[in-house]
């Protein structure tokens, strides 16, 4: 409720990425937007795009699960190639900012990152009270990424656009500690402004499961020892390395590598581990949310990669799943990240050096030789992933917009 009127809080999320899209930023966008709703009373509104996943007609306006939906027109063409990805941005921002100056008057707005300079929009709808910066990624850092353009002019552009969001948001999410130093530090940001609020796995419908399970045994992983990356298969994951361990583990028929989901990096993946006869890999399509359960107890361990240069940039979602299927898993990553400082915390997963093949095979071999270990390490996470429970971490972001809404 606002403070002034008793009424409901009128929020509106900008951010590409929303239901159906498999990305999981959409996914946790979802979630929150619908829980502000049923659990918190709030008038939600989200200004999304079209997703290249639908597979049917999606309405330009909807109310779905009690949230408001408004679809910016924008193309959508192929995110392999940096010009399809920089159409498909700068269209679906302009639709959005035509959408926020002339959509009905909000309480507050929050703004994502998908595209960066989204928040502008979400500043041109001209909030009452103010705009959230919900900071999913830092840039121009992560458009570093790109290996298929370079440009220092808008490297420039995006620093200074970033600065600027800061600057002019009234509050600020950070996922860790490592981003709000960066947030600080490297943007010029008002700490007093931020919160840091973790991204999140629903642990009531992600709990630890039996191995052996209608999916594990529809794609004949039950009776392997399963490596399991899930999720997006993208730039800023170093996965070439994977493939290389892959290679080490070749005389171990036990064991199989399984990758599940997609993005820019999958098809070079699936072309390399073939040309090298890796029949030890094996790439499997998004399943379905409400299969997620299934697809995490199908492994015994799973990878978490995040490419030197990145901590504090990106924060790897993926590992939260993990934590509520209480699975252990393998970090490449540098100790800087929020998921090295979570590992050491909870001691539910083992560190390794990214880019180091070796290492991470010899790793594997000891979870697969060592179950007690495997199984010490799951119950442990399954009891971290509670501090990082969907509805915790929803009460928290509700608890900044109602605090801005009212004034404080």
């Known amino acids: 409720m606002t403070a002034a009127t ?79 990805r920089a159409t498909n ?3 679906y921002f302009c639709s959005a900012l035509w959408i926020a100056v002339r959509l009905p008057r909000q309480d507050v707005t929050v703004a994502l990152t998908d ?53 002019r948001a009234n509050r600020i999410v950070s996922l860790g500690e490592t981003m709000t130093s960066r947030l600080v530090e490297g943007k010029g940001a008002d700490p007093a402004k931020i919160t840091i609020i973790h991204n999140w796995a629903d642990t009531s419908a992600i709990v630890p499961s039996a191995k052996d399970n209608e999916f594990s045994r529809a794609h004949g992983l039950a009776q392997r020892f399963v ?28 064991i199989v590598i399984v990758f599940i989901g997609d993005g820019n990096r999958r098809i070079a993946l699936e072309s390399a581990a073939r040309a090298r006869g890796l029949d030890n890999v094996r790439f499997l399509p998004f399943q379905p949310r409400e299969s997620l359960r299934w697809t995490y107890a199908s492994s015994d361990v799973c990878l978490v990669s995040l490419k030197p240069g990145l901590a504090g940039y990106i924060v790897p979602s993926k590992l939260y799943p993990i934590l509520a299927a209480g699975r252990p898993y393998i970090a490449a990553v540098e100790a800087l990240t929020e998921v090295a400082a979570l590992t050491a915390h909870h001691r539910c997963g083992v560190l390794v050096a990214p880019g180091d093949a070796a290492q991470l095979a010899a ?5 697969a030789d060592n179950r007690g270990d495997r199984e010490s390490m799951g119950q442990r996470a399954r009891t971290a992933a509670e501090l990082f429970a969907r509805d915790r971490q929803v009460a928290a972001h509700a608890h900044v917009i109602q605090q801005l809404a009212a004034g404080a």
């Open 227 to 254: 490596v399991l990356h899930a999720g997006n298969i993208g730039l800023s994951q170093n996965l070439d390395v994977v493939i290389d361990a892959a290679a080490i583990l070749k005389p171990r028929t036990d």
């Open 89 to 91: 941005y700068l269209t």
């Open 363 to 367: 790793t594997i071999i000891s979870f």
């Open 6 to 84: 008793g009424a409901p809080v009128r929020v509106c999320y900008f951010n590409r990425s929303y239901w159906p899209d498999t990305g999981a930023t959409g996914q946790l966008l979802t979630e929150l937007a619908e829980d502000l709703v049923s659990k918190h009373g709030m008038h939600v509104t989200v200004v999304a795009g079209y997703p290249a996943s639908a597979t049917g007609p999606l309405a330009a306006s909807e109310f779905r699960n009690g949230v408001r939906i408004l679809r910016a027109r924008g193309t959508r063409l192929s995110q392999r190639s940096f010009a399809g």
């Open 115 to 167: 595209p960066p300079i989204i928040g502008l929009a979400a500043l041109a709808a001209g909030p009452r009270r103010g705009m959230v910066f919900y900071c999913q990624d830092i840039f121009p850092q992560v458009a570093g990424l790109l290996e298929d353009f370079k440009s220092d002019f808008i490297n420039h552009a995006l620093e200074r656009l970033n600065r600027y969001l800061v600057r």
